[in-house]
């Protein structure tokens, strides 16, 4: 019987799906494995059941000498060298489709906590300063009739323009190959048009050798409406230097971050200590129903490579 191991304590659907093909072992352990644990496992087992922090680079790969496939609990890759993994024959699987409504709905949820100042406003009434009502207490925006600029048009991408067309907003979207819109509310346009127009700016593309450090300096240099940047990408696809200064100077009015570069980032970063910056904790795909259809979606890759062998 072929041998599965699973990274992290996952929703229990997995080992469950799993135990019904396989023998399976978990990590005991709410942590990331060590990397020679790592190693271990890829060589006492057939498959891995992996997740984003499991570096599954060429020093863990090339003592693969049992494995056979991966399958990384994740919409993306970034933490698997999938080209060592080709040369070793060990087939890789992702689950690209799982993420796609919780991330777009908290691309709204922390566009909207930072400009309508949700912290501070719990932080003060907490705090006994709540006296009654003020003309000009905690003022912040409306998103209604401004332009929603989003880089990147896949799945994400395109639930977040339904969204923001929702809000009322005017939406325009960069990518690289033509787009067939059917939506004519939805305008396709050059980075530099969406530069200059948009009052919020998503980003929804995958981390590539195009992408890394794409938000730099430069750009936001043409950004005129200074507007709020939203990533909830990966965090490399800013330079978190320029974004810092981008912040301080105001050439953009604010930065609401699920990822950050680097990640995790510490609480003595600049970036934690400017107001018009919002963090959360890469929890994207952090609702019950996402994690679930991930670890059961992750499962059953593996359960169809081995079927199919």
């Not at 907003?169 to 990518?175: E, H």
Request: glycine share 6%.
């Amino acid at each position: 019987m072929n041998k599965i191991f699973i990274t992290r304590q996952l929703m229990p659907i997995a080992k469950e799906l799993l135990s019904a093909h396989f023998e399976v072992e978990e990590n005991p352990l709410d942590q990331p494995l060590s990397r020679e644990k790592l190693k271990r496992v890829v060589r006492e087992f057939d498959g891995i059941l992996s997740t984003i922090p499991d570096r599954l680079d060429r020093e863990v790969l090339e003592q693969a000498t049992r494995l056979k496939v991966i399958s990384n609990c994740a919409a993306g890759l970034d933490n698997v060298d999938t080209a060592v993994a080709k040369g070793r024959k060990i087939a890789v699987f992702n689950v690209p489709d799982a993420t796609t409504e919780s991330t777009a709905d908290m691309t709204f949820a922390i566009l909207l906590s930072l400009i309508r100042r949700v912290g501070e406003a719990e932080s003060y009434v907490k705090r006994g300063l709540w006296k009654g009502w003020e003309p000009a207490l905690l003022l912040g925006e409306e998103l209604f009739g401004k332009y929603f600029g989003i880089i990147g048009f896949g799945k994400i991408g395109k639930a977040v323009a339904q969204r923001a067309l929702g809000f009322g907003m005017k939406v325009l979207v960069f990518a690289r190959s033509k787009l067939d819109l059917a939506d004519p509310r939805i305008e396709q346009v050059s980075l530099d048009e969406l530069y200059q127009k948009s009052h919020f700016l998503s980003l929804h593309v995958p981390l590539t050798t195009e992408t890394q450090g794409m938000i730099d300096k430069a750009a936001f240099q043409k950004m005129a409406q200074k507007p709020v940047i939203i990533n909830m990408s990966r965090g490399a696809v800013i330079r978190t230097d320029d974004l810092v200064e981008a912040l301080k100077e105001g050439a953009v009015r604010g930065a609401a971050l699920d990822v950050t570069d680097p990640e995790p980032i510490l609480p003595t970063h600049p970036l934690c200590h400017l107001k018009n910056c919002l963090i959360v904790p890469h929890i994207g795909s952090a609702t019950a129903e996402c994690r679930t259809l991930l670890a059961r979606k992750a499962a059953e890759n593996l359960i169809r490579f081995f079927h199919d062998q």
